[in-house]
């Protein structure tokens, strides 16, 4: 699936989602955030994809929020600001439960929206210029309980609270000490470690990695809510595939495996 703002393509097992604004940072639309989700929805139907990344185009930027330019069309009553929150949520939690890992490469800037993407994905690369902020009290917004929890989960409460009562912009070093993102790269090297990066996660075993997402994404939950039958489900169903196999023969034979997911 392809757009004039969000650009879909497949590389083999990975797909590639790039918010496509970069005259306005790649802040995001109403059009875009729907976009967007049928996009990773497409990724996730197919069936072959291992991994999905998604980044920003352009040099300045990840997703420097939302387009506030489009605010007096698509945020100007009640319902129509209830129907972008709507539009927003059911990105943020298709992105959030996608069955394969995201990664966010991230260059410039990720602020406000932009970071709550980042923050859906299960792995966050950044160049050592990117910036991450969340305005909201410089703006006079308020969070709900929701949109604060993902970023406690990451960063802690402690971090959580400096992000959002400071409303400054943090570097690249002070988001990597925080646990906002996982690996900090040179500019120049931020595309290639990426596509190191992911091409090692998509040869890896599928079903493994899908067992494992689910266990975090479970254990994350009170524990009353915990799907602990699914989690059992997907190991016993790692134990039965042919890539348990494939894995056990590799190791033996001193070979990479070939993992089908299966």
């Known amino acids: 699936m392809t757009t ?11 797909g590639h989602i790039t ?13 875009m955030w729907r ?23 352009g040099e300045k930027a ?27 949520a059911e ?4 992105l959030t439960h996608a069955p394969m890992p995201t990664i966010a490469r991230i260059g410039g800037y990720a602020i406000g929206g932009g970071l709550a993407i980042a923050l859906c994905c299960d792995i966050r690369i950044a ?30 409460p402690s971090f959580a609270m400096e992000i959002f009562y400071t409303a400054r912009q943090f570097d690249a070093a002070e988001a990597l000490t925080m646990g906002l993102v996982n690996r900090v790269v040179p500019r120049v090297e931020l595309s290639t470690y990426c596509d190191d990066y992911v091409a090692r996660i998509a040869g890896n075993a599928p079903l493994t990695i899908r067992a494992v997402k689910t266990a ?33 023969t590799a190791f033996a034979e001193k070979r990479k495996p070939v993992f089908t997911g299966t």
């Open 4 to 14: 004039d703002r969000i650009i879909s393509r497949r590389d083999g097992a990975i």
């Open 127 to 156: 160049s050592d210029d990117s910036r991450f902020a969340v305005p909201a009290a410089k703006l006079g917004l308020g969070y709900a309980a929701s949109g604060i929890e993902r970023l406690m989960q990451i960063v802690g």
């Open 19 to 31: 918010f496509n604004n970069p005259e306005r940072h790649n802040a995001m639309s109403l059009d």
């Open 35 to 57: 976009d967007g989700t049928a996009a990773i929805r497409e990724c996730c139907d197919a069936g072959d994809v291992r991994a999905i990344v998604l980044t920003g185009a």
């Open 216 to 248: 975090v994404q479970e254990n994350l939950k009170a524990p009353v809510d915990r799907d602990i039958e699914l989690c059992a489900e997907q190991v016993a169903a790692c134990f039965a595939s042919q890539d348990y196999v494939e894995g056990r």
């Open 62 to 88: 990840f997703v420097a929020g939302a387009d506030i330019s489009k605010f007096g069309q698509e945020r100007n009553s009640a319902d129509a600001v209830a129907e972008y929150a709507a539009a927003v």
């Open 91 to 94: 990105f943020q939690e298709t």
